[in-house]
Nanobody, 122 residues
Protein backbone atom coordinates (compact mmCIF):
# COMPACT_ATOMS: atom_id res chain seq x y z
CA UNK A 1 0.00 0.00 0.00
CA UNK A 2 1.32 3.42 -0.96
CA UNK A 3 1.16 6.11 1.69
CA UNK A 4 1.55 9.83 1.12
CA UNK A 5 2.54 12.03 4.04
CA UNK A 6 2.42 15.81 3.76
CA UNK A 7 4.35 18.24 5.87
CA UNK A 8 5.23 21.91 5.88
CA UNK A 9 1.92 23.60 6.45
CA UNK A 10 1.47 26.34 8.99
CA UNK A 11 0.58 29.96 9.59
CA UNK A 12 2.12 32.68 7.46
CA UNK A 13 1.42 36.34 6.87
CA UNK A 14 0.07 37.64 3.61
CA UNK A 15 2.89 37.92 1.09
CA UNK A 16 4.90 35.21 2.81
CA UNK A 17 6.08 31.82 1.59
CA UNK A 18 5.66 28.19 2.56
CA UNK A 19 6.92 24.94 1.12
CA UNK A 20 4.96 21.74 1.39
CA UNK A 21 6.43 18.27 1.09
CA UNK A 22 4.79 14.96 0.22
CA UNK A 23 6.80 11.86 0.96
CA UNK A 24 5.82 8.54 -0.51
CA UNK A 25 6.26 5.37 1.52
CA UNK A 26 5.15 1.78 1.29
CA UNK A 27 5.55 -0.37 -1.74
CA UNK A 28 7.42 0.81 -4.82
CA UNK A 29 5.91 4.03 -6.07
CA UNK A 30 4.73 3.42 -9.61
CA UNK A 31 2.26 6.22 -9.99
CA UNK A 32 2.66 8.37 -13.08
CA UNK A 33 1.83 11.68 -11.49
CA UNK A 34 1.61 13.57 -8.24
CA UNK A 35 -0.63 16.52 -7.65
CA UNK A 36 -1.65 19.04 -5.03
CA UNK A 37 -5.30 19.75 -4.30
CA UNK A 38 -6.63 22.18 -1.73
CA UNK A 39 -9.91 22.63 0.09
CA UNK A 40 -10.91 25.84 1.79
CA UNK A 41 -13.62 25.93 4.46
CA UNK A 42 -17.04 25.67 2.88
CA UNK A 43 -15.62 25.16 -0.60
CA UNK A 44 -15.07 22.19 -2.88
CA UNK A 45 -11.66 20.70 -3.46
CA UNK A 46 -9.63 22.65 -5.98
CA UNK A 47 -6.75 21.40 -8.12
CA UNK A 48 -3.57 23.40 -7.64
CA UNK A 49 -0.81 21.73 -9.66
CA UNK A 50 0.35 18.40 -11.01
CA UNK A 51 3.66 16.90 -12.06
CA UNK A 52 4.76 13.93 -14.12
CA UNK A 53 6.88 11.70 -11.92
CA UNK A 54 8.85 10.46 -14.92
CA UNK A 55 9.88 13.63 -16.71
CA UNK A 56 8.94 16.45 -14.35
CA UNK A 57 6.54 18.19 -16.68
CA UNK A 58 4.01 20.27 -14.81
CA UNK A 59 0.55 21.77 -14.96
CA UNK A 60 -0.25 24.71 -12.71
CA UNK A 61 -3.67 26.29 -12.33
CA UNK A 62 -3.98 29.93 -13.34
CA UNK A 63 -4.47 31.24 -9.80
CA UNK A 64 -1.15 29.65 -8.81
CA UNK A 65 0.96 30.53 -11.83
CA UNK A 66 3.84 32.78 -11.00
CA UNK A 67 3.42 32.10 -7.28
CA UNK A 68 3.44 28.33 -6.77
CA UNK A 69 5.99 25.84 -8.08
CA UNK A 70 5.55 22.08 -8.07
CA UNK A 71 8.58 19.81 -8.17
CA UNK A 72 9.70 16.35 -7.21
CA UNK A 73 12.83 14.53 -6.10
CA UNK A 74 12.72 11.00 -7.43
CA UNK A 75 15.65 9.85 -5.30
CA UNK A 76 13.83 11.00 -2.16
CA UNK A 77 10.39 9.83 -3.33
CA UNK A 78 9.16 13.28 -2.38
CA UNK A 79 7.08 15.91 -4.10
CA UNK A 80 7.05 19.58 -3.23
CA UNK A 81 4.82 22.60 -3.54
CA UNK A 82 6.66 25.87 -3.07
CA UNK A 83 4.28 28.75 -2.48
CA UNK A 84 5.26 32.41 -2.65
CA UNK A 85 3.34 35.65 -2.26
CA UNK A 86 0.61 33.89 -0.33
CA UNK A 87 -2.78 35.53 0.05
CA UNK A 88 -5.50 34.89 2.65
CA UNK A 89 -7.49 33.35 -0.21
CA UNK A 90 -4.89 30.57 -0.25
CA UNK A 91 -5.94 29.44 3.22
CA UNK A 92 -6.97 25.79 2.93
CA UNK A 93 -6.07 22.23 3.71
CA UNK A 94 -3.58 21.12 1.08
CA UNK A 95 -3.56 17.49 0.00
CA UNK A 96 -1.04 15.67 -2.13
CA UNK A 97 -2.28 12.86 -4.31
CA UNK A 98 -0.87 10.36 -6.76
CA UNK A 99 -2.30 8.50 -9.69
CA UNK A 100 -2.25 7.80 -13.39
CA UNK A 101 -1.34 10.13 -16.24
CA UNK A 102 -4.45 12.29 -15.88
CA UNK A 103 -3.33 13.18 -12.40
CA UNK A 104 -1.22 15.91 -13.92
CA UNK A 105 -4.55 17.65 -14.59
CA UNK A 106 -5.98 16.81 -11.19
CA UNK A 107 -7.95 13.76 -12.24
CA UNK A 108 -8.26 10.12 -11.19
CA UNK A 109 -5.97 10.00 -8.19
CA UNK A 110 -5.47 6.61 -6.55
CA UNK A 111 -3.77 7.73 -3.38
CA UNK A 112 -4.23 10.70 -1.07
CA UNK A 113 -2.32 12.16 1.81
CA UNK A 114 -3.96 13.24 5.05
CA UNK A 115 -3.67 16.94 4.27
CA UNK A 116 -1.79 19.81 5.85
CA UNK A 117 -3.29 23.11 6.94
CA UNK A 118 -2.06 26.34 5.38
CA UNK A 119 -3.34 29.53 6.97
CA UNK A 120 -2.50 32.94 5.55
CA UNK A 121 -3.24 35.91 7.78
CA UNK A 122 -3.95 39.37 6.41
Amino acid sequence: QVQLVESGGGLVQSGGSLSLSCTVSGRTFNSATMGWVRQAPGKEREFVAGISWRDGSTVVEDFAKGRFTISRDITENTGYLHMNNLDPEDTAVYYCAAGGPMGIFGLNYDYWGQGTQVTVSS
